[in-house]
């Protein structure tokens, strides 16, 4: 045997009995060793010498040793494996997928959601072996076939482009995606706009126009299809004002000959004298005319240019992909949610109209999760199925107030009460003294036709409390709901409010998620609500209109209220709410109020008699509950304040651990003596004790620096750190009946910080009350806690301070499972017969477990009126691994499962989002 077989079979690579079984009868003609033979012919004629290697792959693979007519085995020992050159495809399959799962630039879910028959194995795999031959990316970020066309010599190799791309052409700054299409859109036909149906605030001068008001507009008669849109425009502006010109835009809003529609509506900045637009819009119907804002101050503007054309739908897609996508920041989970819908039927025109601006991706998520929930006949039939099984079920009065009725709103109102899945109902209709044979005609029609309806007609208009009197006295049914005369339910809604009952037999008072109805049928703005929330009704009427209250607590209370018009059904709420044995939440939208028509907008304007009237609700619901405070205007449109009257009877504890740091360690500043001086010279609350917990490592400077102020010192000793041991030995101390637990790494912002607590804190079915932390550069660090799927979670994390959140969740009073123990007021003997944190939590989650704790005793509530500064975790020492699991394992209900979290929203996002992956309608019923 010569060198090369003595090199082979020392190998390891050369399997005799491998070899034979290819090819025995060849091996005995030639009368040769099986090594030898596999060097002489062998290899020549493909036959593997073992199930290693593989000579056919080897040689396509590096055709350089084809030509040069190398043995390939021989080249592998000697020169390939160190060279990083595969034996086999499997072999190159592993690292291949490897290399790419660790650079981070294949998207998983990107790559399922354009090839959901990869879902069936590694979508890595699939990529490598059948997806980039086909040209399907691997993520948003990387164009297989822009890669290869724009590098042939790539494309000449037969190489996976992203394998290339990671292996050299990053270091070669080669490109990764294509030209920019829209450079195709120059082809189509440009029709251009120049006859315009009027103007308004604009004066012609010449072949310009001077814009004389603050909202000058043109209005253009059109007639494109539904579809893609090019939107042209070139237009120079002299602008009369000193004003910045980054204040200034232009809108485009496209509608029918009746209204302009909410959801087809475009802005542009004006940065310069000159704005060119060149843009892909989506209209979602055909449109007979557009609006022109082209300019939001006075000036001088010429319109060199102005066109709408429609545009083939495959280009505009293609635009739409390439430039909405790869340079928008837009989020993975909204992206993600673009492709399923694009690839969806029923969700392709959201998809669309996300990309071309007209929705935002919060309102492309719900329209979507919309479509997901469309009640049709297998719904209805799957819910009739259930109430034959239902041993027993209630009678629903529906209260609708008729008066100026637009007819044809009344109707549809009074049908989606009709439609409802669950029959057992009664509709009474009071005509409020409207004098109008119109709507006496039409409630008679109706309630001939229909032996549930009930009408009362009044000769005189009563009020509106008064009126809703009536119609409950003529209400038969156990539970009594109210409905606007222009607004819808959904057709499951009763069923819904049924099947809750049953499940909660003394449920005194149920309520739904709303959303509202545009003039054209749109639904938009969705209020996913928390459950019962009694704090957050103080702050606003959360719990909407549809309502279903047990008749006979209705009838206890003394019904609707006349002082109390036109807040009234506020009112009920209130005083309802305070004797029901059980509050229920159904979380699901079965309600929609009509969006009064507008431009724009489609928005009601706040009532000012409306808001007064809720505000003298509000405030006899805590003269009720004796808070010791004051009903205020909140800081939005219908929310309201109880801001506290406190006379500083209590003494208040705030127990601060502390590991005594500076804040720069070249400075003498201390975040522990910041946070004492604002207690006292910024808080406003007298009677406070203050105790500092340390480890025995204050500084000389920093002890005599905190000399004048009156304090209480413990010395903690450990042997490992425990931030609960070290809070608990605080509050043992303590000599309050509050207890502020307090983290040094924090500074007052509001003086009345403690006063806004204490008032919450004093209620005897409160347990616990948080505060709203903002980072040094104002962003929210904390407005209240949720356990999300992802495990315990500030909410509007990282948010502008000034951002109201979900129906104003972050700016208003209201109740959440947990707050954060950075600052969490409590009652000393609470927290001592609670036993405190406990120590099984040494560093992390120690404050939510805690209120876990405290939520069964009472309400933890949230108050963004106690507003600090909080550096965050500066002193705590380092957490040991595993905490996030064992808090999960110890509270695995709530995780996911919040019931001050709506279950519709994301699990992942910290902003109260709209899930992208909604629920499916049988799995909630």
């Known amino acids: 045997m010569g060198t090369d077989g003595q090199i082979i079979l020392s190998s390891g690579l050369f399997d005799v009995d491998y070899y034979l079984s290819q090819c025995t009868s060849d091996l005995q003609a030639a009368r040769l060793d099986p090594v030898q033979h596999y060097i002489s012919l062998g290899s020549r004629k493909g036959f593997n010498p073992s199930p290693y290697f593989d000579v056919r792959f080897y040689l396509n693979e590096y055709q350089d040793l084809a030509i040069a007519d190398i043995e390939p085995l021989m080249h592998y020992i000697q020169h390939g494996r160190s060279e990083g050159r595969y034996a086999n495809k499997a072999e190159k399959l592993v690292a291949e997928s490897k290399l790419i799962k660790e650079s981070g630039l294949f998207d998983p879910e990107y ?79 440009a029709f251009e706009l120049r006859d315009f149906r009027q103007t308004t605030g604009l004066e012609r001068s010449g072949t310009d126009y001077v814009a004389i008001g603050a909202d000058p507009q043109i209005e253009i008669d059109l007639d494109q299809p539904r579809g893609f849109l090019r939107f042209s425009a070139e237009i120079l502006f002299e602008v009369c004002d000193q004003e910045p010109k980054t204040q200034n835009f232009l809108q485009l809003i496209l509608g029918n000959e009746s209204e302009y529609w909410n959801d087809s509506s475009w802005r542009y900045a004006i940065s310069s004298d000159r704005l060119v637009v060149e843009d892909i819009i989506f209209a979602p119907r055909p449109v007979q005319r557009a609006r022109l804002h082209p300019i939001n101050r006075q000036g001088r503007l010429s319109i060199l240019s102005l066109s709408l054309s429609p545009v083939p739908e495959r280009l505009g897609l293609r635009v739409l992909l390439d430039r909405g996508l790869s340079r928008d920041p837009w989020r993975r989970s909204d992206e993600l949610f673009i492709f399923r819908a694009l690839l969806s039927t029923t969700l392709r025109e959201i998809g669309v109209r996300l990309l071309s601006k007209s929705l935002s991706p919060s309102e492309g998520a719900y329209l979507g999760w919309v479509e997901n929930r469309r009640i049709g006949l297998p719904e209805r039939t799957y819910l009739e199925q259930k109430l034959e099984a239902m041993s027993s079920v209630p009678l629903f009065s529906v209260l609708m107030l008729a008066y100026m009725s637009n007819l044809n709103d009344l109707e549809k109102s009074v049908k989606s009460v009709q439609e409802q899945v669950f029959t057992g109902w009664e509709l009474c209709i009071v005509d409020n003294g409207s004098k109008s044979e119109e709507l006496t005609n039409a409630l008679e029609s109706l309630a001939t036709a229909d032996p549930r309806i009930k009408v009362v007609s009044l000769h005189e208009n009563i009020g509106t409390s008064q009126a809703t009197n009536r119609a409950l006295e003529v209400a038969s049914g156990d539970f009594i709901l109210l409905i606007n005369q222009e607004d819808g339910m959904q057709p499951h809604a009763l069923y819904a409010f049924a099947d809750a009952i049953r499940l909660t037999p003394d449920a005194d008072m ?199 102020f009156p304090l209480v010192f413990l010395h903690y000793e450990c042997i490992a750190f425990n931030f609960s041991e070290k809070l608990n030995q605080g509050v043992e101390s303590a000599t309050g009946e509050f207890v502020v637990l307090m983290n040094d790494d924090m500074s007052v912002i509001a003086p009345s910080w403690i006063e806004e607590m204490l008032l919450w804190a004093k209620d005897p079915g409160v347990a616990g009350v948080g505060a709203k932390l903002l980072f040094p550069d104002r962003t929210v660090q904390h407005a209240g806690v949720v356990m999300l799927g992802q495990g315990p979670s500030h909410i509007f994390y990282g948010e502008p301070e000034g951002s109201p959140g979900l129906a104003g969740s972050a700016v208003l009073v209201r109740n959440y499972s947990a707050v954060t123990g950075a600052c969490l007021m409590v009652r000393r003997d609470t927290y001592v017969d609670l036993g405190g944190f406990d120590p099984y939590f040494k560093v992390n989650y120690n404050d939510v477990d805690f209120c876990m704790k405290l939520g069964r005793l009472g309400r933890i509530v949230f108050t963004p009126y106690a507003l600090l500064y909080h550096y965050e975790s500066v002193s705590k020492g380092q957490a040991p691994p595993g905490e996030l699991e064992r808090f999960m394992a110890r509270w695995p209900a709530l995780c996911g499962a919040d019931p001050m979290y709506n279950r519709n929203l994301s699990q992942t996002s910290s902003s109260m989002e709209v899930d992208s992956e909604p629920r499916s309608f049988f799995s909630d019923y």
């Open 510 to 708: 149920v309520y739904s998620d709303e959303d509202k109805l545009g003039v054209d049928g749109g639904r938009f703005d969705p209020f996913f609500k928390p459950d019962w929330s009694a704090d957050f009704l103080l702050s606003c009427m959360y719990t909407g209109q549809l309502v279903a209250y047990r008749t006979s607590l209705i009838r206890e209370v003394g019904g609707f209220r006349a002082e109390f018009d036109m807040a009234q059904d506020y009112d009920l709420a209130l005083r309802v709410s305070e004797r029901a044995k059980q509050v229920v939440h159904v979380p699901d939208v079965l309600y929609h109020r009509l969006a009064p028509p507008s431009s724009a907008a489609g928005q009601a304007e706040g009532n000012p008699q409306a808001e007064l009237a809720a505000r003298r609700a509000v405030a006899a619901a805590v003269d009720r509950r004796g808070l010791a405070g004051r009903v205020v205007p909140g800081p939005l449109p219908g929310t309201h304040r109880v801001q506290p009257d406190l006379t500083g009877g209590e003494r208040v504890s705030i127990v601060i651990p502390t590991a005594a740091r500076r804040i720069e360690s070249d400075i003498e500043r201390w975040y522990l003596l910041d946070l004492i001086r604002s207690i006292y010279e910024i808080g406003t609350y007298s009677n406070l004790e203050v105790i500092v917990i340390h480890n025995g490592d204050i500084e000389p400077t920093l002890q005599r620096l905190l000399k004048p």
């Open 111 to 189: 790559y399922l959601a354009f090839n959901p028959e990869a879902s069936a194995s590694d979508p890595v795999v699939h990529y490598l072996t059948r997806g980039w031959l086909a040209g399907r990316n691997p993520s948003v970020d990387f164009d297989v076939r822009a890669y290869l066309s724009a590098n042939l010599d790539v494309a000449r190799t037969g190489m996976d482009p992203l394998v290339h791309y990671i292996r050299y052409g990053i270091e070669e700054r080669r490109r990764v995606r294509g030209s920019d299409p829209v450079s195709d859109l120059a082809s189509l036909p």
